[in-house]
Each structure stands twice: as C-alpha cells, then as structure tokens.
T-cell receptor
C-alpha cells in the first residue's frame, strides 16, 4: 500500500537558519515522483519542488533542496536561510508511475514556524 | 492569469441537501483532481480525471460524484451530504497525469454540513 510519513507534526526554526522537514515513503513501484507543497495560513497550496525516482541528482529550487535517499525511501525538504514567510504547513506527496499512475498520495504535513 | 477557480468558497448546508462545488481551470490541463483536507490527515484524493469523460476513484470516493464533460470543468457533487463530509475541499489540475507534472490548486472550498 502507498504511504507517505511525515513524522514531525510541528517544527520551529530561527530566522536565517536552515531546516530539514522529513518525508519517508513506501512503494514497490520502481518509477515514482515526489513533490513538496507549501500551504501558508492563507490556505492556498503552492508547489515547491519535484524529485523523480530516476533522477541522478537531488533537486534544487532556489532556497529549497531535496535530500533524496532512495535506498532509505526518504525525500527530506531542506530550506536554507529561513524567512518569516516560510512559516506554513508543508506537505510531501507521491505519484507512482506504474501501479497507480494517476493517483496522488499526500502525507499528513509538517507545520513550520520561523522565529524572528 | 493562469488559475484554478472554485465556487463557492464557503458553504454551510444541512444533511441530505444535494450540492455541487464547481471547479474550472484555464490552462488547458488534461488532469484534474479533487481532494479533501482534514486536520492530521493531510490531503486525500477523492476523484481524478485524466481527460474529458475519463474519471476514476481516489482513496475516499464514498459519498461523492464527479463528471468531466468539458476539459476545463470538473464539478464535485455531493448527492446527500452528511456531517462527516465537513471539510476543506481543493480542486487541482496538472498538464498531464505523468510523474513530473506538479498540480495547480484552487483556493479551496470550506464546507460545513450540519
């Protein structure tokens, strides 16, 4: 069965520090994609970064990077130089390539608070 | 502006009164999907559509119906709402159902069923 685990319900980080948000996943499909989305208190969902299972390098998008450890089935989001505007819920999501091509599974989310 | 729109944004209704939440996208996306968000559970997929007239169940389809008669629209229908369908609902679309395509989300519809 598909499953996404985010073990940190809530986290705090000092402004300008880096923070890692954990995501582990469970799949037997060799082809899959992993996504991170941000949900500020205003409620909208914002796409941050994508990692494919066959990608050779870890994905990066500005201050966001993905620490992808395929053997451990983890795809942790790293936010560098945290800003107050990074305070939000963060969701990890997965799409499988073969077994359930069109479905998307989300994790329960991590609430990040950036402290000035 | 490229966007996904949902209406209404807020809705309070009573048990058993049929309702429809509309969703429309202007990006010519093939893939559209509905999710519900509940505290501690993240987003759970209700239904999705790969293209016009092609829909399939997600993980929590019970009590919901959808249709995709036009590419841009993907309405969510609750034939007989119940209090356990009180939730925040999101519509989303992506260019395709392929692995690398991120989803664009609507602003959400907060539904309360009393």
């Amino acid at each position: 069965a598909q499953k996404i685990t985010q073990t940190q319900p809530g986290m705090f980080v000092q402004e300008k520090e880096a923070v890692t948000l954990d995501c582990t996943y469970d799949t037997s499909d060799p082809s899959y994609g992993l996504f991170w989305y941000k949900q500020p208190s205003s409620g909208e969902m914002i796409f941050l970064i994508y990692q494919g299972s066959y990608d050779q390098q870890n994905a990066t998008e500005g201050r966001y990077s993905l620490n992808f450890q395929k053997a451990r089935k983890s795809a942790n989001l790293v936010i560098s130089a945290s800003q107050l505007g990074d305070s939000a819920m963060y969701f990890c999501a997965m799409r499988e390539g073969q077994t359930s091509y069109d479905k998307v599974i989300f994790g329960p989310g991590t609430s990040l608070s950036v402290i000035p | 502006e490229a966007q996904v729109t949902q209406n209404p944004r807020y809705l309070i209704t009573v048990t058993g009164k049929k309702l429809t939440v509309t969703c429309s996208q202007n990006m010519n996306h093939e893939y559209m999907s509905w999710y519900r968000q509940d505290p501690g559970l993240g987003l759970r997929q209700i239904y999705y559509s790969m293209n016009v007239e092609v829909t399939d169940k997600g993980d929590v389809p019970e009590g919901y119906k959808v249709s995709r008669k036009e590419k841009r629209n993907f309405p969510l229908i609750l034939e007989s709402p119940s209090p356990n369908q009180t939730s925040l609902y999101f519509c989303a679309s992506s260019l395709s159902g392929g692995l690398g395509y991120e989803q664009y989300f609507g602003p959400g519809t907060r539904l309360t069923v009393t």
